[in-house]
């Protein structure tokens, strides 16, 4: 019997290691630094998103200016020609005239062309200016995504060795424990939140600090385990 209440103590000696890993790991999985680096990184994949947008309107009004400018050219060219063949005379007055729309169309036009060109090269700038600022933003973001990375960094390393040390103590402890009851423990504590044994400490159970009577405590520890009624946690005695 004393063999058993051995395994049993080793076991509650386990389950502190285990219960300290588990608040290691919710520790590191619930740093606050971890919220904060999540938004840092969301609001530079947005940045990104919102850039690469502006890329695509310049690359857009950057087409635009050249369509425009090939057309302008062309308005030119033939405006040129078109009001050389005006000056020189020679045509009847319905050629004339005719020719004479046909040099204002061109002017409207040419003027026409110059205002998209204009309006263009305006929105361009524009575009570049919240493009620059944009990235501004990005790299003010982006740096602080960087140290709020080395700051997870530095407190992971701390939290994994602490849970290396308890490990290496439970690996010390888990030879000790009767493979049977390890086995009904391992089973337990998936169910049981994590805690699948507890003191009996002056009639509580240690698991559910539900209290159990004098006959209550008889009937359990007559068991190997002793399981509580309640519960049904292992139970060391005091």
Request: hydrophobic residues 40%.
């Amino acid at each position: 019997m004393m063999e058993g209440i051995t395994s049993l103590e080793d076991l509650l000696d386990l389950q502190l290691e285990d219960s300290a890993i588990d608040r290691l790991l919710e520790q590191r999985g619930s740093l606050p630094e971890l919220e904060a680096y999540r938004t840092a990184h969301d609001e530079v994949a947005s940045l990104d998103a919102s850039i690469a947008g502006i890329d695509a309107r310049l690359r857009d009004m950057a087409l635009g200016v050249d369509k425009a400018d090939g057309e302008l050219r062309m308005g030119e060219g033939k405006l040129e020609r078109e009001e050389q063949r005006l000056f020189a005379g020679g045509l009847s007055a319905k050629e004339a005239e005719h020719l004479r729309q046909e040099v204002e169309m061109l002017r409207r036009r040419n003027s026409e062309a110059e205002t998209t060109i204009l309006e263009l090269m305006e929105a361009r700038e524009a575009a570049e200016s919240e493009r620059a600022a944009l990235q501004a933003e990005r790299a003010e973001v982006d740096a602080e995504r960087g140290r709020l990375e080395e700051l997870i960094r530095a407190e992971w390393k701390k939290i994994d060795g602490e849970i290396a040390r308890h490990e290496a103590r439970k690996a010390d402890l888990a030879p000790l424990v009767d493979p049977e009851l390890m086995d009904m423990y391992e089973r337990l504590r998936p169910m049981k939140e994590g805690v699948a044994i507890g003191r009996l400490a002056e009639g509580v159970c240690g698991g559910c600090h539900l209290a159990l009577s004098a006959a209550e405590q008889a009937e359990v520890l007559k068991d190997h385990p002793p399981r509580c009624l309640h519960c049904r946690r292992i139970l060391v005695p005091q």
